[in-house]
């Protein structure tokens, strides 16, 4: 399941390190979705 999700976010979601994002200046919004891009990242990992 993870697999998948960490799929679908590849492609729907905004890559904040191509983006060169400062996580120090970082909205709320954009460190929510790092977080979750991170755990199902290495959810699907395992």
Known sequence: MFRILAKIN????????KQR????????????LMAWRYYVTSRALD
Request: aromatic residues 10%; without cysteine; charged residues 25%.
């Open 21 to 32: 994002l400062d996580v120090t200046k970082a909205k709320k919004w954009q460190l929510v």
């Open 10 to 17: 590849k492609l729907i979601l905004p890559s904040f390190t």
